[in-house]
Nanobody, 125 residues
Framework: QVQLVQSGGGLVQAGGSLRLSCAASGRTFSIKYMGWFRQAPGKEREFVAAISWSGGNTYYADSVKGRFTISRDNAKNTVYLQMNSLKPEDTAVYYC??????????????????WGQGTQVTVSS
Protein backbone atom coordinates (compact mmCIF):
# COMPACT_ATOMS: atom_id res chain seq x y z
CA GLN A 1 0.00 0.00 0.00
CA VAL A 2 1.01 3.58 -0.63
CA GLN A 3 -0.40 6.53 1.25
CA LEU A 4 -0.44 10.01 -0.28
CA VAL A 5 -0.87 13.15 1.79
CA GLN A 6 -1.28 16.48 0.04
CA SER A 7 -0.55 19.98 1.28
CA GLY A 8 -0.60 23.45 -0.20
CA GLY A 9 -3.28 25.08 -2.25
CA GLY A 10 -5.55 27.93 -1.28
CA LEU A 11 -6.80 31.18 -2.74
CA VAL A 12 -4.71 33.31 -5.09
CA GLN A 13 -5.34 36.11 -7.55
CA ALA A 14 -4.98 35.56 -11.26
CA GLY A 15 -1.35 35.71 -12.29
CA GLY A 16 -0.19 34.45 -8.92
CA SER A 17 1.57 31.26 -7.92
CA LEU A 18 0.97 28.31 -5.64
CA ARG A 19 2.85 25.11 -4.86
CA LEU A 20 1.24 21.81 -4.06
CA SER A 21 3.04 18.98 -2.30
CA CYS A 22 2.27 15.28 -2.17
CA ALA A 23 4.15 13.13 0.33
CA ALA A 24 4.17 9.38 -0.24
CA SER A 25 4.63 6.76 2.45
CA GLY A 26 4.39 3.01 2.71
CA ARG A 27 5.62 0.86 -0.19
CA THR A 28 7.08 3.80 -2.09
CA PHE A 29 9.60 1.56 -3.83
CA SER A 30 6.72 0.26 -5.93
CA ILE A 31 5.91 3.68 -7.43
CA LYS A 32 6.69 4.10 -11.12
CA TYR A 33 4.95 7.39 -11.90
CA MET A 34 3.32 10.17 -9.93
CA GLY A 35 0.63 12.35 -11.41
CA TRP A 36 -1.49 15.37 -10.68
CA PHE A 37 -5.12 15.61 -11.73
CA ARG A 38 -7.76 18.25 -11.11
CA GLN A 39 -11.51 18.41 -10.99
CA ALA A 40 -13.48 21.61 -11.43
CA PRO A 41 -17.11 21.86 -10.30
CA GLY A 42 -19.39 20.01 -12.67
CA LYS A 43 -16.50 18.63 -14.71
CA GLU A 44 -14.66 15.35 -14.91
CA ARG A 45 -11.29 14.88 -13.28
CA GLU A 46 -8.57 15.65 -15.81
CA PHE A 47 -4.87 15.03 -16.17
CA VAL A 48 -2.53 17.89 -15.32
CA ALA A 49 1.02 16.55 -15.10
CA ALA A 50 3.05 13.42 -14.41
CA ILE A 51 6.62 12.50 -13.58
CA SER A 52 8.53 9.25 -13.63
CA TRP A 53 9.66 8.32 -10.17
CA SER A 54 13.14 7.22 -11.16
CA GLY A 55 14.16 9.13 -14.26
CA GLY A 56 12.32 12.37 -13.75
CA ASN A 57 10.70 12.48 -17.17
CA THR A 58 7.83 14.95 -17.09
CA TYR A 59 4.55 15.22 -18.96
CA TYR A 60 2.00 18.04 -19.06
CA ALA A 61 -1.48 18.78 -20.27
CA ASP A 62 -1.46 21.41 -23.00
CA SER A 63 -3.53 23.72 -20.80
CA VAL A 64 -0.77 24.01 -18.19
CA LYS A 65 2.37 23.59 -20.27
CA GLY A 66 4.77 26.44 -19.67
CA ARG A 67 2.99 27.52 -16.48
CA PHE A 68 3.11 24.46 -14.22
CA THR A 69 6.16 22.44 -13.23
CA ILE A 70 6.10 18.98 -11.68
CA SER A 71 9.13 17.84 -9.73
CA ARG A 72 10.08 15.21 -7.20
CA ASP A 73 12.37 14.79 -4.23
CA ASN A 74 13.04 11.08 -3.90
CA ALA A 75 14.82 11.52 -0.58
CA LYS A 76 11.61 12.96 0.85
CA ASN A 77 9.28 10.77 -1.23
CA THR A 78 7.52 13.95 -2.23
CA VAL A 79 6.20 15.31 -5.51
CA TYR A 80 5.52 18.98 -6.10
CA LEU A 81 3.39 20.95 -8.50
CA GLN A 82 4.57 24.51 -8.91
CA MET A 83 1.80 26.54 -10.49
CA ASN A 84 2.64 29.94 -11.95
CA SER A 85 0.62 32.46 -13.96
CA LEU A 86 -2.54 30.99 -12.53
CA LYS A 87 -5.82 31.64 -14.29
CA PRO A 88 -9.41 31.49 -12.99
CA GLU A 89 -9.93 28.38 -15.13
CA ASP A 90 -7.27 26.61 -13.04
CA THR A 91 -9.72 26.66 -10.12
CA ALA A 92 -10.34 23.07 -9.09
CA VAL A 93 -9.66 20.42 -6.50
CA TYR A 94 -6.22 19.02 -7.24
CA TYR A 95 -5.33 15.38 -6.59
CA CYS A 96 -2.00 13.61 -6.63
CA UNK A 97 -1.83 9.98 -7.65
CA UNK A 98 0.66 7.14 -7.75
CA UNK A 99 1.04 4.46 -10.40
CA UNK A 100 2.82 1.21 -9.64
CA UNK A 101 1.94 -0.68 -12.79
CA UNK A 102 5.13 -0.18 -14.78
CA UNK A 103 3.11 0.08 -18.01
CA UNK A 104 4.43 3.54 -18.75
CA UNK A 105 3.02 6.98 -18.07
CA UNK A 106 -0.76 7.23 -17.93
CA UNK A 107 -2.89 10.29 -18.61
CA UNK A 108 -6.12 8.76 -17.35
CA UNK A 109 -7.52 8.08 -13.91
CA UNK A 110 -7.58 4.30 -14.20
CA UNK A 111 -3.84 4.28 -14.74
CA UNK A 112 -3.23 5.21 -11.11
CA UNK A 113 -3.54 3.01 -8.06
CA UNK A 114 -3.42 5.42 -5.15
CA TRP A 115 -4.83 8.89 -4.62
CA GLY A 116 -4.29 11.80 -2.30
CA GLN A 117 -7.12 13.45 -0.40
CA GLY A 118 -7.41 16.43 -2.73
CA THR A 119 -6.73 20.10 -2.11
CA GLN A 120 -8.67 23.14 -3.25
CA VAL A 121 -7.06 25.73 -5.51
CA THR A 122 -9.10 28.85 -6.16
CA VAL A 123 -7.94 31.55 -8.55
CA SER A 124 -9.82 34.82 -8.40
CA SER A 125 -10.06 37.18 -11.36
Amino acid sequence: QVQLVQSGGGLVQAGGSLRLSCAASGRTFSIKYMGWFRQAPGKEREFVAAISWSGGNTYYADSVKGRFTISRDNAKNTVYLQMNSLKPEDTAVYYCAADRSGWGVSFVLRGYDYWGQGTQVTVSS
